[in-house]
């Protein structure tokens, strides 16, 4: 738990990236939108806790979305930043089963607003880069349609695989037009264009105090948000198949280590928040269940019977076995689908 609040206070402190807290898709007959969002509106606070980027709070979300809580938005409305407006949001209208990560978008029915079309940089050896295109260029066209926003940009070229495109761009103050022949991928069955770009990103930076009370925060939030979890399991309220394994857990190390630093530091402190967690859990074997014997001796006043603790014990290796057994099972089907 030490490392994840040093691991996280490093991440706030260094920055993250992530977009302004813009709202730029409200879904028809959606809770946001019922709740009184409207696009444009710019989230400042939730429960009076400020919000630094569109996911900062997602945490505390999760956590008020597992316990049914409503939860208090501050919303700048046309610019008027001396006057924010409370939204409401009755989070006991999602289904326990539907808390995850795609709460604000899927569920709520918020998304939000589309980056400027400007690059942060370019794949070596991609069109775009063979095209001469550089970091800072803001794309204006493609085949002469405008562009306003990263949104543009993605639909466009995904739209024309292995197409001869005519790419219009500024570079430095001067408009640039080229041509380049998109690549072809492949997802989930369907083919799609790509020249080997990513957007420019916005970095969201907090003060070494700010960023060590949000780490103990986050820390605190997941471990509630696991449990709960846990909880919704065993109730059945919530899928087993969010249970990971080792091979999920290698699998999602290798791809945070391709998207950075910074969020190979957050995995490994969700990593070590989980198995903090798992260690306390009252089973023979574990230190949790270290505990639970040092609890019931001193309610007692003597140890438990060494019989008792070689049958705490078969029942601990049984329990774990179990655990790891579906645990693989669900890394295993992952893998298969």
Request: glycine letters at 10%; hydrophobic letters at 45%; aromatic letters at 8%.
């Amino acid at each position: 738990f030490i490392f994840a609040i040093l691991a996280m206070w490093a991440v706030y402190v260094y920055g993250v990236q992530d977009p302004k807290a813009v709202v730029g898709t409200v879904l028809e007959q959606s809770i946001a939108e019922k709740a009184g969002f409207e696009e444009g509106d710019l989230i400042t606070a939730v429960d009076g806790k400020k919000v630094h980027g569109w996911s900062d709070q997602l945490i505390y979300l999760l956590h008020k979305g597992f316990q049914g809580k409503t939860v208090n938005f501050s919303v700048v409305r046309d610019g008027n930043l001396e006057q924010p407006m409370p939204i409401a949001v009755d989070f006991s209208q999602i289904s326990k089963q539907d808390i995850g990560a795609g709460l604000l978008g899927a569920k709520l029915g918020l998304g939000p607003a589309a980056g400027e079309a400007i690059i942060e940089k370019t794949v070596p050896g991609k069109p775009a880069d063979l095209a001469g295109l550089k970091s800072g260029a803001r794309i204006l066209s493609i085949n002469g349609e405008p562009i306003n926003s990263w949104r543009d940009v993605v639909l466009s070229i995904q739209s024309k695989p292995n197409e001869l495109i005519t790419l219009s761009y500024s570079q430095n103050g001067t408009e640039i037009q080229t041509e380049l022949t998109t690549q072809a991928a492949e997802y989930n069955g369907e083919t799609y264009g790509q020249i080997g770009i990513y957007p420019q990103q916005r970095v969201s930076r907090m003060g070494p105090w700010e960023g060590f009370t949000r780490a103990v925060d986050y820390t605190w939030r997941f471990s509630w948000v696991s449990l709960l979890s846990i909880g919704k399991m065993l109730t059945k309220e919530v899928g087993t198949e969010n249970l990971s394994g080792p091979i999920t857990i290698a699998s999602m190390a290798g791809y945070t280590v391709q998207q950075g630093l910074v969020d190979f530091v957050k995995f490994l402190a969700i990593i070590s928040i989980s198995l903090g967690l798992i260690n306390l859990f009252p089973i023979p074997m574990l230190d949790g269940g270290h505990l639970l014997y040092f609890a019931i001796e001193a309610i007692k006043g003597s140890p438990v019977s060494e019989k008792t603790m070689l049958l705490g014990q078969q029942i601990g290796i049984m329990a774990l076995l179990l655990l790891m057994s579906l645990a693989f099972y669900n890394d295993i089907i992952r893998l298969i689908s």
